[in-house]
């Protein structure tokens, strides 16, 4: 497999295999394809503490380590799935949910291992960037009172049939 220009890499405290096993469970054309544990001393312990997961998710490569506390997950940085329908948004929420996922406003939320995502409706983009400003504005302000997107009423508010 040919190694993408850039890589979303991720540190975590000790779960990078479980976590990226978590993930690949829901999103198709996601897998685990290696686990490497460092085999020289480091700053995060012992030769074999350190393990490296490279994993796939809808195809794309990530890495992630279990290396120790260093940096907790911020909003910082976010990952962003985009949806086409209810259906596939509501099966993305719910499943960065489990185990003790928290949602947040306007399609955020952070999952179990504290990494924030962003589970968002593709129309919105174009509802959002209406060149008519009111359906623009409607549509934005509907988006303000979310946690979890709802297609439906995001179309209402931008036609301005809300009620």
Not at 41 to 50: K, L, N, Q, W
Not at 51 to 68: E, N, R, Y
């Amino acid at each position: 497999m040919a190694i993408q220009k850039i890589t979303p890499f991720l540190w975590y405290a000790t779960e990078a295999e479980e976590a990226a096993r978590f993930y690949a469970t829901i999103f198709p054309d996601s897998r685990v394809t290696k686990v490497s544990a460092m085999q020289a001393e480091s700053p995060s312990g012992p030769p074999g503490s350190v393990k490296v997961v490279d994993f796939l998710l809808f195809g794309q490569q990530f890495v992630a380590m279990s290396a120790g506390r260093m940096d907790p997950f911020n909003h910082a940085i976010s990952l962003v799935v985009n949806c086409d329908t209810q259906k596939e948004l509501d099966r993305y929420w719910d499943g960065l949910l489990q185990g003790g996922g928290q949602p947040e406003a306007c399609g955020w939320l952070k999952d179990r291992y504290g990494v924030s995502w962003q589970i968002v409706p593709t129309v919105i983009w174009r509802l959002m960037s209406d060149p008519d400003t009111a359906k623009a504005r409607r549509a934005a302000e509907a988006m303000m009172k979310m946690i979890k997107f709802d297609i439906a009423a995001l179309e209402a508010a931008h036609a301005g049939t809300a009620g």
